[in-house]
């Protein structure tokens, strides 16, 4: 690295001006996924945006591939101010912020659209101010994409394959309740640690989006992908509070549309990435079966689903069923 560049780095670092007159702040932002992936254009996407909108007063330094960790620790790490932002699925967020648990219901939204709709309309946004009372800021939501099961050791087309199948789920208490409802052996771990578990045989399988399994290249490490579409997993942009809360009134303004236009780039790749997702996997040699019968699925879960009801609240689940948008 030339001497300059290691100053102007040093500098960025740490978060002093690299022009007279021209203080700047340094955020950090991280994912557990690679940079070229739905979730590193999220955040590529939101640097670029806040500097244009700040007039690069304040920078976004990006981390990408759980190089500060796993989400839950770099969630923590948001809620201590040890970092100032994440971009984080919701598998760990319950342990933070319980009321957004009912997100993560198995077959809770028909489809991307309705799921974007409860989001970015009043539900999703009440749901966001939960954050405010556990310590974190959420700038908004954006998009894990809608989970398929992988796995080595035979093809999944209906509940009773799943049964005894040893399966890495995320540290998320609704999922692992539902997986464990339908016989799956549960395993929760981080995601960075996802790869070499397939690869090791550790676990037999797992479930994660297409753009997740794409990114992540788990056609080297798995046999089968089976599209069972049994979860919708949202992303949520979270702040710390005190970070937010030195923003100027502009700044925050530019935050927040920064983060809509993060989750716009991010949505559009998932899109893309569901398009091309099926052929990716058949061209490099994993089985997909496209026939899976969800109702099936619906069905061997009613037993979980019924403790939800009651953990949650039937109206409430019926309110995101039901909503159409504005
Ligand atoms: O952002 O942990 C997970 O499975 C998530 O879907 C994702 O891969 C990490």
């Not at 001006?17 to 590193?40: C, E, F, K, L, Y």
């Not at 794409?214 to 710390?240: E, R």
Request: charged fraction near 25%; charge should be neutral.
């Amino acid at each position: 690295m030339k001497p300059t560049h290691l100053l102007a780095g040093l500098c960025l670092a740490l978060g002093l001006a690299t022009a007279p007159g021209h203080a700047q702040t340094v955020m950090r932002i991280s994912i557990a996924t690679s940079q070229d992936s739905h979730q590193g254009v999220a955040i590529d996407t939101f640097a670029r945006e806040v500097e244009k909108r700040t007039n690069g007063r304040y920078v976004i330094k990006t981390f990408y591939s759980g190089a500060l960790g796993g989400e839950r620790e770099y969630d923590e790490a948001v809620q201590l101010g040890t970092q100032e932002l994440a971009f984080s699925t919701t598998g760990p967020i319950p342990n933070f912020v319980p009321e957004t648990k009912i997100l993560d219901m198995p077959f809770l939204f028909r489809d991307k659209a309705h799921a974007r709709a409860v989001l970015d309309g009043p539900i999703g946004q009440d749901l966001l101010k939960q954050f405010d009372k556990r310590g974190f800021k959420a700038l908004g939501w954006g998009e894990n994409g809608v989970r398929h099961m992988t796995n080595n050791v035979r093809p999944i087309h209906l509940p009773g394959d799943v049964k005894g199948l040893k399966m890495r789920t995320m540290e998320n208490p609704v999922h692992i309740q539902a997986f464990k409802g339908l016989g799956i052996v549960t395993t929760p771990m981080a995601f960075p640690e996802v790869f070499t578990a397939l690869q090791q045989g550790t676990v037999d399988g797992q479930e994660n989006p297409l753009s997740i399994m794409i990114a992540g290249k788990f056609d080297q490490v798995q046999k089968y992908l089976s599209l069972t579409g049994h979860v919708y997993s949202p992303c949520v942009w979270l702040m710390n509070p005190g970070a937010w809360g030195k923003l100027s009134d502009a700044d925050k303004q530019a935050f927040l549309e920064a983060a809509r236009e993060g989750t716009r780039a991010n949505r559009a790749r998932v899109d893309k990435d569901d398009a091309a997702g099926v052929a990716y996997f058949r061209s490099h040699g994993v089985q997909v079966i496209d026939n899976v019968d969800q109702s099936r699925f619906v069905e061997a879960l009613g037993k979980a689903n019924a403790q939800f009801e009651k953990e949650f609240g039937a109206d409430n689940i019926r309110r995101i069923r039901d909503y159409k948008g504005s």
